[in-house]
Structures are given as structure tokens and as C-alpha cells.
């Protein structure tokens, strides 16, 4: 268990739809990450927050948003989705998003877009 | 920018017999290399890291790793495999920029371990 948790586990919604995915960090660790698997793309980097605010943008597409609150957790929020988003999503968080930080996983979010 | 190239998408391997991964990377500085497992419907699990100290990385489960400079190569070992080694394995560098607050990982595509009793 690395102490990263995501909820929730599975998500099955149809295209056009909108749905948040919901990353608590380990205890301790400032910054978060989003990442997205899919069979076609691999791993992919989305977005990264640090403490609040947004520290960097990956391959992340514009119908696609997140946030980092004050208690540290954060949210990704995927609007008109497409067939073509469905992936799992993952979260990560380290201890300040420092070049040679350590980054431990979450269980990731199943994403079904139908 | 920085890249990995996982040599083999598939790797089968008797169980007590010796695993190697290969890695090749790419990097326009020194890197931060990783690798990561994923067991099936599972997330990501740090196996070992390398961040410029000793060249030879120990990692978790019997695994490491050797970073080689002149090869551009961080192979994943292991003297003798398990069946509880089945997984996706991901080679991955460190991208972003160094002395910043910013680190993004790039990930190899994954090499599936087959382990067979």
C-alpha cells in the first residue's frame, strides 16, 4: 500500500458526460501528480501540482481540468467525454515534486466511457 | 528531451531461472532513472531508483539495476525469478528540469514478465 488513495475504483459513464476523479496524497507530501494508461498512449504525464498550485502540463487535453485544495487533495475533472478516454487514471504524490523526488502510485481510477 | 526504449515487450522466464530487463535511455542531462512494477489491476509500485549516487541500485524483491554511462542502459535483474514476479515492468527517466520544482516521468512502454513453473 503506498498510501496514495483514489476514488473511485471503477467509473463507467457515457460519452458527453462529465466526471471527477478524487486523489488523496500520502500524508506529508505536497506535491501530486495525474497520469493517464491507456493501451494505445502507454503512461502518459498530465498535470502536476505542488502545494495548491499548478506546477506543470503534460499531454493534458483542454476538455480535461484539475485542482489541488488547501488539504492537499486533489481532482481531476474529464468534461465531454469522449470513447477515446478511456484509460485508467493514476495519481502520484512526493514529498515536494523535486527533480529526484520519488513519486508512489495510488490504485488508479478504471475509466468506461460508452 | 529524455526517453526510454524497453528492448522487449515480452520476456518469459522459468521460475528459478535468472531475469534481465533491458533499458536504454536517453537524457540531455544526468538522469533520475526508475523502475516501476504493475501486477495485474494493480498500480504502480517503486521496485528502485537511481539518482547519481552508487551505479548499482538494490532494489526491492531481489531486484536491481546497473547504470551504465556508457551504454545509455538501465537493465532490471534478478538472480532467480518467482512466480509472484508475473507483471508489467516500466523503465522510466526523469524528464522535467533539474534545480526546479518540476519533475515529470517518462515512461518506457512496459515489458510483460512471463514466469513459468
Known amino acids: 500500500d503506498s498510501g496514495v488513495t483514489q476514488t473511485p475504483k471503477h467509473l463507467i459513464t457515457a460519452t458527453g458526460q462529465r466526471v471527477t476523479l478524487r486523489c488523496s496524497p500520502r500524508?506529508?507530501?505536497?506535491?501530486v501528480y495525474w497520469y493517464q494508461q491507456s493501451l494505445d498512449q502507454g503512461l502518459q504525464f498530465l498535470i502536476q501540482y505542488y502545494n495548491g498550485e499548478e506546477r506543470a502540463k503534460g499531454n493534458i487535453l483542454e476538455r480535461f481540468s484539475a485542482q489541488q485544495f488547501p488539504d492537499l487533495h486533489s481532482e481531476l475533472n474529464l468534461s465531454s467525454l469522449e470513447l477515446g478516454d478511456s484509460a485508467l487514471y493514476f495519481c502520484?504524490?512526493?514529498?515536494?515534486?523535486?527533480?529526484?523526488?520519488?513519486?508512489?502510485f495510488g490504485p488508479g481510477t478504471r475509466l468506461t466511457v460508452l | 528531451a529524455q526517453s526510454v526504449t524497453q528492448l522487449d515487450s515480452h520476456v518469459s522466464v522459468s521460475e528459478g531461472t535468472p531475469v534481465l530487463l533491458r533499458c536504454n535511455y536517453s537524457?540531455?542531462?544526468?538522469?533520475?532513472l526508475f523502475w516501476y512494477v504493475q501486477h495485474p489491476n494493480k498500480g504502480l509500485q517503486l521496485l528502485l531508483k537511481?539518482?547519481?549516487?552508487?551505479?548499482l541500485v538494490k532494489g526491492i524483491n531481489g531486484f536491481e539495476a546497473e547504470f551504465k554511462k556508457s551504454e545509455t542502459s538501465f537493465h532490471l535483474t534478478k538472480p532467480s525469478a518467482h512466480m509472484s514476479d508475473a507483471a508489467e515492468y516500466f523503465c522510466v527517466v526523469t524528464g522535467g528540469r533539474m534545480n526546479t520544482g518540476f519533475q515529470k516521468l517518462v515512461f518506457g512502454t512496459g515489458t510483460r514478465l512471463l514466469v513459468s513453473p
Open positions: 502520484a504524490s512526493s514529498v515536494s515534486g523535486g527533480f529526484t523526488d520519488t513519486q508512489y
Open positions: 537511481y539518482t547519481s549516487a552508487a551505479t
Open positions: 537524457s540531455s542531462y544526468s538522469p533520475s
Open positions: 500524508s506529508g507530501d505536497l506535491s
